[in-house]
């Protein structure tokens, strides 16, 4: 019996049934079955060796092709040679799972003794000859008895216990590399030999055999794998240069906050942190303003049957604070909290109060479209483990917005929105933008029609701005698709920020309707949005982008007047006097230390600018300017050195406006 293979470019042949695609590629042409290393059928990743019983679509994935494919197999084969590489270097160690992740993979490993960064290099040594060796991957399909016994002999109980929990219709695959041999679900390339030699070991973190604290703990090895050195040193020198832009880091040289157990994941902004927070909402604040936005506030706690309509309830439970509505009880003996109360929650978003706003009063077609904007402070249970510095935290204020608007306002809003973002990006100083359509996810609200009307309806609209757009399938919000906007950062790195999702579904289970033209009730169009997102998220990637070095409008300190003598002292205290007036957020040095002294701590703290002062600019009224990250320094009239840091401080919208 022969099967149909069709090729990418149309043309179909005829092959015996159970022909594997190794014999498929090598009858075509053997220079690319040199290069070849898994294929397509039917659009899912498979090992090359797989024999094929029924017609298909075959594509060849090819190591030098620089597709995503290539670099997850990559990965996952290189998490496979560091596992057989502890193994052959620690025979009692016992290996967990796996995976490939963004940027790598890890391997969870359990040994008496932890591994330490010191080990990687033996390890990596030890990898490189296991490569070297060329082994083929082959697999086989085994029976639960018999990988079980397998494991159980060799005292691999994580792998029984993995075994245990496949599900009963899925086959149990194991692949060998050599004499080594791994439970997984493939797939393969076709040897070792494949990986090259692009690989590194990163960094080594304890973990809880399935993330659950009442479970062992293992060895978590982090690692990497390009297809290329090249791509590899590039890599490991963006991670170099993000190392020295950790906003944490930073955060701490410029003084601007801090973090403490006894608020896990909210942050203590500092008088020059919030400096630079005020600023940024200061200015989103005006750009939403001259949008056409009203601006409002809710509350902070509201009632469990809120969420419930809502339905975050039962699909977001789990990221919610939930608070008794009672008196706590004071008796130093007695309980704390009764039980029997009824249940409130902080808000993890603000888009269900905001629906509560719209619904009071009758709206009409000609009140549409409404932007109702918050800077709305949200709660969010995240794990303590899962928090990072600005990144990830429980407590966020975010740039938020709900246009409610008809339908056939979708895409001028969608246009006029994204206007808006690319504008304020560019104010930032990003101009590198992908777009994404975050389409319906595993869990969701409303109906499969009104998911793919919806996202009909953002792709179309998206089509009109002229913008192009990748999907990013499943990862849409509960109750709606999302455009997400990621931006590149000055070392390369991408961030997800703003956002855009279109939603039928929460008007409708929250009865925000007006009446139309013809007289009749219609449920309003909800778009929630977002522009910078988190601030305080979007503030720790402008720190890391920036390596700390804000632009001038958006620094904390803007200037230090500093002197060199203390008979310049005075005329120091009176410039600052005049910056201040000016509107420049000026400081002043009169320490007795030598000037190199203030000029190196000022630098740490990543002070834009210093007018230093000594007996013979007091006498001339001039200033000596020093630029952070220059050796130069130029001596200018002081007045002349004002208006020029005032041109320079002025936000780029206003400095728009007056243009």
């Known amino acids: 019996m022969t099967i149909k293979v069709t090729f990418p470019d149309g043309a179909a042949r005829d092959y015996a049934r159970g022909t594997t695609g190794t014999t498929i590629v090598e009858g075509i042409s053997k220079s690319l079955a040199k290069k070849t290393v898994a294929m397509r059928w039917n659009g899912v990743l498979s090992d090359l060796s797989d024999a094929l019983d029924a017609d298909g679509k075959i594509e060849f994935v090819t190591r030098d092709s620089g597709s995503a494919d290539v670099l997850e197999l990559i990965r996952h084969d290189t998490a496979h040679v560091l596992a057989e590489a502890v193994q052959e270097l620690w025979p009692t160690t016992q290996v967990t799972i796996g995976p490939v992740i963004e940027n790598g993979f890890y391997y969870d490993f359990k040994r008496d003794e932890p591994f330490s960064e010191d080990d990687f290099p033996v390890i990596e040594k030890k990898m490189a000859e296991i490569i070297d060796r060329g082994a083929a991957f082959t697999k086989e399909v085994w029976t639960r008895d018999q990988a079980k016994a397998f494991f159980n002999a060799r005292g691999e109980n994580f792998k029984v216990e993995l075994v245990d929990a496949i599900p009963a219709d899925q086959s149990l695959k194991m692949y060998k590399q050599g004499q080594w041999i791994d439970l997984c679900r493939g797939p393969h390339m076709r040897t070792v030999k494949d990986i090259g030699n692009a690989f590194k070991l990163t960094k080594v973190a304890g973990a809880y055999w399935r993330g659950d604290s009442n479970n062992p703990v293992l060895s978590r090895i982090y690692g990497t794998a390009f297809a290329t050195k090249e791509e590899l040193d590039a890599y490991l020198h963006m991670m170099a240069e993000a190392e020295k832009r950790d906003h944490r880091k930073i955060g701490q040289e410029m003084d601007l906050y801090h973090f403490q157990p006894e608020a896990q994941g909210s942050v203590f902004w500092h008088p020059k942190g919030y400096v630079l927070y005020n600023q940024m909402e200061t200015y989103i604040r005006r750009r939403l303003n001259s949008s056409g936005y009203v601006e409002v506030k809710t509350p902070q706690l509201m009632s469990s049957k809120f969420w419930e309509a809502s339905g975050h309830w039962g699909k977001y439970r789990e990221n919610m604070f939930v608070v008794p509505d009672e008196v706590p009880g004071t008796e130093e003996e007695g309980p704390v909290l009764s039980g029997k109360s009824d249940l409130m929650a902080l808000k993890p978003m603000n888009c269900p109060a905001h629906i509560q706003i719209f619904n009071q009063g009758i709206k009409s077609y000609r009140d549409l479209p409404l932007r109702m904007a918050e800077f709305g402070c949200c709660h969010r249970n995240e794990a303590h483990g899962a928090l990072h510095g600005l990144m990830r935290v429980r407590q966020m ?192 040095d009169v320490r007795n230390e030598k000037i190199n002294y203030k000029v190196r701590e000022h630098s740490v703290g990543k002070v834009p600018l210093m007018f230093v002062v000594g007996k013979r600019e007091a006498e001339e009224g001039t200033v000596s300017v020093r630029r952070l990250g220059t050796e130069g320094q130029k001596v200018v009239p002081f007045m002349d050195a004002l208006v020029e840091l005032m041109a320079e401080a002025t936000p780029p919208d206003l400095k728009a406006k007056a243009a």
Do not use: N
Not at 463 to 482: C, H, L, N, V
């Open 397 to 588: 204020t975010q740039d938020d917005a709900h246009i409610f608007c008809r339908e056939d306002q979708i895409q001028s809003e969608t246009e006029h929105f994204v206007h808006l973002l690319y504008s304020v990006y560019a104010h930032m100083g990003f101009s590198d933008v992908v777009i994404k359509l975050a389409t319906r996810p595993e869990k969701f609200g409303g109906t499969v029609e009104r998911w793919d009307a919806a996202e009909k309806a953002l792709g179309d609209a998206l089509r009109a701005t002229g913008y192009d757009f990748e999907i990013a399938e499943g990862e849409g919000a509960f109750y709606a698709p999302k455009l997400e906007f990621h931006l590149k950062d000055a070392i390369g790195r991408s961030w997800q920020v703003g956002t855009l999702q279109l939603d039928y579904v929460l008007p409708e289970r929250l009865d925000a309707t007006y009446v139309a033209e013809d007289g009749s009730r219609k449920y309003a169009v909800m778009l929630h949005r977002a522009i910078l997102g988190s601030l305080e998220r979007f503030i720790g990637m402008m720190i890391e982008s920036y390596a700390g070095k804000m632009p001038m409008w958006l620094a904390p300190v803007q200037v230090v007047v500093a002197t060199i003598v203390s008979e310049a002292d005075e005329t120091a205290e009176k410039l600052v006097r005049q910056l201040r007036s000016a509107g420049i957020r000026a400081e002043l």
